[in-house]
């Protein structure tokens, strides 16, 4: 029998470790690694002093650490380099399917007057403000235009089923259309919910479409930020979202919130209006600069500090809830998740660089107009075209796609190479904002030391993996979230 | 624990035996063919003409015809219609290569290996030995049409180059239904040749069984004792994964190997997320294992937590993850939906605590060699209320 | 109150301070200037009655910080092009040679 050899032998030769792309943060007292593709491990300040100053043993187990996370390599070894490839491969795939989501606004026409909301109109006159079919039918041209195989199309307002015999059409046609195409094809309606009926009802259900609404909270905190005539905002949305579930199925519908200053410091009962609700996700969505706070520039970083808690409070309040078996998910946090813990791309488009802006999304405006994000649809109403790619009774497919308006920002606001940013442990987690940054501070870029965004999403990333790192059943309960 | 070799105790040789590999029949399974084909006679030596070779059970008569005959001895009295042996030139010695009532057939083609694993159940030679592999393919041609499943296995079976790839195309084209899994330490993968050789077999049904044994190469390297082992096995599996094979990833889980586990998960999890499952094995204390107890034995209790870190990871990774050759007892309760009940059952033996517990049936036992070391902590387990187990109730 | 704090040229590159500066910009503003084998920076904080020297304090780790990155992306510049090219040579996105 041959002799066995000791670890010894099978350990790297010499010290030669070469270093593989890196970047740090130091969070309290211990240091944040991520690799090229956003893997991370938390170093303790002796070990990333050996990390850093290149003073490693030829083995140890911080060694070992650093090799099976792609932090360091011996002198010579191609495995690394080929997988990092293949993770990077994987994480970039998206780039080449680009829009998968595509916004129609049906109308602009909506009974509430929510006092946040700019893009609204209160009217009758269809006339006016609903999509017409011509408008649509050059819309379905562009959505399939998108490479994407998996495509959304998603139809918002004001509140689109004012508009409903469009919505009905635009189903009908893409779907005979995709007989052909074959993309894997899905609907969704944004609404509030106030004008479901058996009628459509009875469409979401022969055409498979999923419902989207809002739903703030509590009664009275959901119908101070939703007024219409009866206040029965919060009554109206409650029933709908249980007619959904219960006709068309649990899954069928999802809801957002809207988040406010009075929606501060009652998380815990907003999120508990969910789980009465039988709702198994919520997005504990952060304040918007947008509206009120861009008319009086009061949007501060200031904002973000005084919404941090209620974020939270909300994300541990939810792990206990799952900790007791109701199921709840944060979907802010799933998506955070997903790109720290796997080569997957959520396909959010806030949180993505090269922004989502036309590549993720884009918006078609009941009058032509296309945007290239729903938040650049509503700096328009408020005056700032910027985020105008042009129109589609006008302007080509390729026009609009390749028009400055779109590019600029792009490119201007791609983090791989904005200060700051390319130097952030936590780059691979976060994305390019263009159109907070050009409404908050004029440029698409921001400097992100004063940049509410980066402040607010910096701390949700150490939050997250403060919590992953201190308990198994977090991790494990993370480790769901990101796999969905 | 079955035999699944024997010495004949009485030879009767007619002529040289004109083959190496027969296919047993039996009253109960004859048909007109006679080809490769032995017949088992049953105790009062009834038996029909026109077989090359004759066998008796060792307390049975002997058939009257005037061919070939042979003496099984005692262990071997279990053959029956339906099962595949080879036997020596000279009569004597017996190998089973096949019993149809198993569900758990390994065929083996060669003792030679390129690695020398710390744990091997199957200590590696170096003689040749391909008489194995021509016995396989003979093997295959005897085998029904609707056999269920076929593995592979070694040494390393890879070691054929081109002729295991000859063997994997005739068992898909006689047996397209069959689930094949072929274990291999992966290496011979890194070549982009072979690999494309092996894809050109063309077998949805077929899977390749690789293990890896760390995160990175020091100590996979270490428990395979092979300098550079690390750094072929994985180029391997991504050419295979290129080329759209199936692959599961073993892990044998030991002393040297499960303090890394939810590393390894980890390491599987993020850079081999394409892989169709994993196999968390236990320990089977033979061969070179036997040896190396000191460096390799850890009570299964001890690693219960990492146990629980790395299926729960891969779960939700949604990498389908399998626990076998544990015993029931010395799991944590959470993870008995991912046990499958796995020994081998010629390997298959109890302790005398599972004579009262009442998950005996859900739980594959101990190996035959666990009497050379086994945990401390074996508990029956009782029925649910009845009494409080002495066990991990994670 | 504005504070004043030196840097050793052969240690510590003009662009490192630039990238430290500009992470304490939301508390600090700089100017930034070469000196003699040295760098000179002027530290105006954002708050008037702000701890000049506490920001100091800050500016000076965050340039051992930044002098680190700039070591490492150099040492892993070439590395993290060959992975890039490997990672995108065969999406379509990248013409490709071969």
Same mark, same amino acid.
């Given at each position: 029998?041959?002799?066995?050899?000791?670890?010894?032998?099978?350990?790297?030769?010499?010290?030669?470790?070469?270093?593989?792309?890196?970047?740090?943060?130091?969070?309290?007292?211990?240091?944040?690694?991520?690799?090229?593709?956003?893997?991370?491990?938390?170093?303790?300040?002796?070990?990333?002093?050996?990390?850093?100053?290149?003073?490693?043993?030829?083995?140890?187990?911080?060694?070992?650490?650093?090799?099976?996370?792609?932090?360091?390599?011996?002198?010579?070894?191609?495995?690394?380099?080929?997988?990092?490839?293949?993770?990077?491969? /994987?994480?970039?795939? @998206?780039?080449?399917?680009?829009?998968?989501?595509?916004?129609?606004?049906?109308?602009? @026409?909506?009974?509430?007057? &929510?006092?946040?909301?700019?893009?609204? @109109?209160?009217?009758?006159?269809?006339?006016?403000?609903?999509?017409?079919?011509?408008?649509?039918?050059?819309?379905?041209?562009?959505?399939?235009?998108?490479?994407?195989?998996?495509?959304?199309?998603?139809?918002?307002?004001?509140?689109?089923?004012?508009?409903?015999?469009?919505?009905?059409?635009?189903?009908?046609?893409?779907?005979?259309?995709?007989? /052909?195409?074959?993309?894997?094809?899905?609907?969704?309606?944004?609404?509030?919910?106030?004008?479901?009926?058996?009628?459509?009802?009875?469409? &979401?259900?022969?055409?498979?479409?999923?419902?989207?609404?809002?739903?703030?909270?509590?009664?009275?905190?959901? !119908?101070?930020?939703?007024?219409?005539?009866?206040? !029965?905002?919060?009554?109206?949305?409650?029933?709908?979202?249980?007619?959904?579930?219960?006709?068309?199925?649990?899954?069928?519908?999802?809801?957002?919130? /809207?988040?406010?200053?009075?929606?501060?410091?009652?998380?815990?009962?907003?999120?508990?209006?969910?789980?009465?609700?039988?709702?198994?996700?919520?997005?504990?969505?952060?304040?918007?600069?947008?509206?009120?706070?861009?008319?009086?520039?009061?949007?501060?970083?200031?904002?973000?500090?005084?919404?941090?808690?209620?974020?939270?409070?909300?994300?541990?309040?939810?792990?206990?809830?799952?900790?007791?078996?109701?199921?709840?998910?944060?979907?802010?946090?799933?998506?955070?998740?997903?790109?720290?813990?796997? !080569?997957?791309?959520?396909?959010?488009?806030?949180?993505?660089?090269?922004?989502?802006?036309?590549?993720?999304?884009?918006?078609? !405006?009941?009058?032509?107009?296309?945007?290239?994000?729903?938040?650049?649809?509503?700096?328009?109403?408020?005056?700032?075209?910027?985020?105008?790619?042009?129109?589609?009774?006008?302007?080509?497919?390729?026009?609009?796609?390749?028009?400055?308006?779109?590019?600029?920002?792009?490119?201007?606001?791609?983090?791989?190479?904005?200060?700051?940013?390319?130097? &952030?442990?936590?780059?691979?987690?976060?994305?390019?904002?263009?159109?907070?940054?050009?409404?908050?501070?004029?440029?698409?870029?921001?400097?992100?030391?004063?940049?509410?965004?980066?402040?607010?999403?910096?701390?949700?990333?150490?939050?997250?993996?403060?919590?992953?790192?201190?308990?198994?059943?977090?991790?494990?309960?993370?480790? /769901?979230?990101?796999?969905? | 624990?079955?035999?699944?070799?024997?010495?004949?105790?009485?030879?009767?040789?007619?002529?040289?035996?004109?083959?190496?590999?027969?296919?047993?029949?039996?009253?109960?399974?004859?048909? *007109? #063919?006679?080809?490769?084909?032995?017949?088992?006679?049953?105790?009062?030596?009834?038996?029909?003409?026109?077989?090359?070779?004759?066998?008796?059970? +060792?307390?049975?008569?002997?058939?009257?015809?005037?061919?070939?005959?042979?003496?099984?001895?005692?262990?071997?009295?279990?053959?029956?219609?339906?099962?595949?042996?080879?036997? +020596?030139?000279?009569?004597?010695?017996?190998?089973?290569?096949?019993?149809?009532?198993?569900?758990?057939?390994?065929?083996?083609?060669?003792?030679?290996?390129?690695?020398?694993?710390?744990?091997?159940?199957?200590?590696?030679?170096?003689?040749?030995?391909?008489?194995?592999?021509?016995?396989?393919?003979?093997?295959?041609?005897?085998?029904?049409?609707?056999?269920?499943?076929?593995?592979?296995?070694?040494?390393?079976?890879?070691?054929?180059?081109?002729?295991?790839?000859?063997?994997?195309?005739?068992?898909?084209?006689?047996?397209?239904?069959?689930?094949?899994?072929?274990?291999?330490?992966?290496?011979?993968?890194?070549?982009?040749?072979?690999?494309?050789?092996?894809?050109?077999?063309?077998?949805?049904?077929?899977?390749?069984?690789?293990?890896?044994?760390?995160?990175?190469?020091?100590?996979?390297?270490?428990?395979?004792?092979?300098?550079?082992?690390?750094?072929?096995?994985?180029?391997?599996?991504?050419?295979?994964?290129?080329?759209?094979?199936?692959?599961?990833?073993?892990?044998?889980?030991?002393?040297?190997?499960?303090?890394?586990?939810?590393?390894?998960?980890?390491?599987?999890?993020?850079?081999?997320?394409?892989?169709?499952?994993?196999?968390?094995?236990?320990?089977?204390?033979?061969?070179?294992?036997?040896?190396?107890? *000191?460096?390799?034995?850890?009570?299964?209790?001890?690693?219960?937590?990492?146990?629980?870190?790395?299926?729960?990871?891969?779960?939700?990774?949604?990498?389908?993850?399998?626990?076998?050759?544990?015993?029931?007892?010395?799991?944590?309760?959470?993870?008995?939906?991912?046990?499958?009940?796995?020994?081998?059952?010629?390997?298959?033996?109890?302790?005398?605590?599972?004579?009262?517990?009442?998950?005996?049936?859900?739980?594959?036992?101990?190996?035959? +060699?666990?009497?050379?070391?086994?945990?401390?902590?074996?508990?029956?387990?009782?029925?649910?209320?009845? #009494?409080?187990?002495?066990?991990?109730?994670? | 109150?504005?504070?004043?704090?030196?840097?050793?040229?052969?240690?510590?590159?003009?662009?490192?301070?630039?990238?430290?500066?500009?992470?304490?910009?939301?508390?600090?503003?700089?100017?930034?200037?070469?000196?003699?084998?040295?760098? =000179?920076?002027?530290?105006?904080?954002?708050?008037?009655?702000?701890?000049?020297?506490?920001?100091?304090?800050?500016?000076?780790?965050?340039?051992?910080?930044?002098?680190?990155?700039?070591?490492?992306?150099?040492?892993?510049?070439?590395?993290?092009?060959?992975?890039?090219?490997?990672?995108?040579?065969?999406?379509?996105?990248? =013409?490709?040679?071969?």
């Amino acid at each position: 029998m041959a002799k066995f050899l000791d670890p010894e032998a099978y350990r790297a030769q010499s010290a030669d470790w070469q270093l593989l792309p890196f970047r740090f943060e130091r969070i309290n007292g211990r240091v944040l690694v991520t690799n090229l593709v956003g893997e991370h491990l938390f170093l303790d300040a002796e070990e990333f002093g050996q990390l850093s100053k290149g003073d490693l043993p030829a083995d140890s187990p911080l060694v070992r650490r650093l090799r099976a996370k792609h932090v360091i390599r011996e002198s010579g070894d191609d495995l690394p380099v080929e997988l990092l490839a293949i993770k990077a491969r /994987t994480r970039y795939r @998206r780039l080449s399917e680009f829009t998968a989501l595509h916004i129609l606004v049906a109308s602009l @026409r909506c009974e509430h007057s &929510c006092p946040y909301c700019q893009v609204s @109109r209160q009217s009758s006159d269809k006339g006016a403000y609903d999509m017409s079919s011509e408008t649509a039918a050059i819309a379905l041209d562009s959505v399939f235009r998108s490479p994407s195989q998996n495509i959304k199309i998603e139809f918002q307002g004001g509140e689109p089923l004012l508009n409903f015999e469009l919505i009905e059409e635009v189903v009908a046609t893409a779907r005979q259309r995709n007989e /052909t195409e074959g993309k894997n094809l899905g609907f969704v309606i944004a609404t509030n919910l106030a004008l479901l009926d058996d009628r459509v009802i009875e469409f &979401c259900r022969a055409n498979n479409v999923y419902i989207s609404t809002s739903l703030d909270g509590p009664a009275d905190l959901h !119908n101070k930020n939703r007024p219409r005539p009866g206040r !029965n905002s919060w009554e109206l949305a409650t029933a709908g979202i249980q007619r959904v579930r219960e006709e068309l199925g649990v899954d069928r519908v999802s809801a957002l919130m /809207t988040t406010t200053r009075s929606s501060l410091g009652r998380v815990i009962e907003i999120i508990d209006v969910y789980v009465e609700q039988g709702l198994t996700s919520v997005f504990l969505r952060p304040l918007s600069p947008y509206g009120f706070a861009i008319k009086t520039k009061s949007f501060a970083a200031y904002d973000v500090d005084a919404w941090l808690p209620f974020f939270e409070e909300g994300l541990d309040y939810i792990i206990e809830l799952n900790r007791a078996g109701i199921p709840m998910v944060e979907q802010y946090s799933a998506i955070v998740l997903k790109k720290m813990l796997t !080569n997957d791309d959520p396909g959010y488009v806030d949180l993505t660089s090269p922004a989502g802006i036309g590549i993720g999304a884009i918006v078609y !405006n009941y009058d032509g107009d296309v945007y290239a994000s729903d938040e650049g649809r509503m700096l328009a109403e408020m005056g700032d075209k910027t985020f105008r790619l042009g129109n589609l009774h006008q302007d080509s497919y390729e026009e609009i796609m390749l028009s400055d308006a779109l590019l600029g920002p792009l490119e201007e606001s791609f983090t791989q190479s904005a200060p700051m940013c390319s130097d &952030c442990a936590f780059e691979p987690y976060c994305g390019a904002d263009p159109t907070y940054h050009h409404a908050t501070t004029g440029d698409f870029l921001g400097r992100k030391p004063t940049s509410g965004f980066c402040r607010r999403n910096m701390a949700i990333f150490k939050l997250l993996l403060d919590r992953y790192e201190s308990d198994a059943f977090t991790r494990s309960l993370f480790q /769901t979230w990101a796999s969905h | 624990m079955i035999a699944l070799r024997g010495k004949a105790t009485e030879v009767e040789l007619s002529a040289p035996i004109a083959r190496r590999v027969w296919k047993l029949v039996d009253a109960a399974t004859l048909t *007109p #063919q006679r080809h490769s084909r032995a017949f088992l006679a049953g105790d009062d030596g009834q038996a029909p003409d026109g077989f090359d070779l004759y066998l008796s059970r +060792s307390a049975a008569s002997r058939p009257d015809q005037d061919a070939t005959w042979l003496r099984l001895p005692e262990d071997l009295d279990y053959l029956s219609g339906g099962d595949v042996v080879s036997v +020596s030139d000279d009569g004597e010695r017996i190998r089973v290569l096949w019993r149809h009532q198993s569900h758990q057939n390994s065929i083996l083609l060669t003792e030679r290996c390129n690695h020398y694993c710390l744990m091997c159940s199957q200590p590696p030679k170096t003689r040749e030995d391909d008489e194995l592999l021509a016995q396989a393919f003979e093997l295959l041609r005897l085998l029904p049409r609707d056999v269920a499943e076929i593995g592979f296995t070694g040494g390393e079976p890879t070691l054929y180059g081109q002729e295991l790839i000859d063997l994997l195309r005739l068992c898909r084209n006689l047996h397209p239904e069959a689930q094949v899994h072929v274990l291999s330490n992966g290496t011979r993968f890194a070549d982009p040749d072979f690999a494309a050789a092996w894809a050109s077999i063309e077998n949805p049904n077929m899977m390749v069984g690789i293990p890896i044994y760390g995160a990175e190469p020091a100590r996979h390297d270490y428990v395979v004792q092979s300098k550079g082992a690390f750094n072929q096995t994985i180029p391997g599996i991504l050419n295979l994964a290129q080329l759209g094979q199936r692959i599961e990833i073993r892990v044998a889980l030991h002393k040297q190997t499960a303090p890394a586990l939810p590393e390894i998960a980890e390491f599987i999890a993020r850079n081999l997320p394409f892989v169709d499952q994993v196999a968390l094995m236990g320990l089977e204390m033979i061969g070179l294992a036997r040896a190396n107890i *000191p460096e390799l034995w850890i009570d299964p209790t001890e690693y219960a937590d990492e146990l629980i870190e790395a299926v729960t990871l891969l779960d939700r990774s949604r990498i389908h993850t399998m626990i076998y050759n544990h015993q029931l007892c010395l799991i944590p309760r959470s993870i008995w939906p991912w046990t499958v009940r796995s020994i081998s059952d010629w390997k298959n033996e109890y302790h005398a605590e599972c004579a009262s517990c009442n998950v005996k049936d859900d739980c594959g036992g101990f190996f035959f +060699s666990a009497k050379y070391k086994v945990s401390e902590n074996i508990r029956a387990i009782p029925i649910e209320g009845t #009494q409080e187990p002495a066990v991990l109730q994670i | 109150m504005t504070g004043h704090v030196s840097f050793d040229g052969s240690t510590a590159s003009i662009d490192a301070v630039q990238r430290a500066a500009y992470r304490l910009s939301d508390r600090i503003s700089c100017d930034i200037a070469a000196g003699e084998g040295s760098i =000179e920076v002027t530290v105006h904080p954002a708050e008037p009655d702000a701890d000049v020297e506490a920001l100091i304090g800050e500016l000076r780790n965050e340039v051992l910080d930044q002098v680190l990155r700039e070591r490492i992306r150099g040492e892993t510049a070439d590395v993290r092009n060959l992975v890039l090219a490997v990672a995108f040579s065969k999406t379509g996105l990248v =013409e490709s040679d071969g």
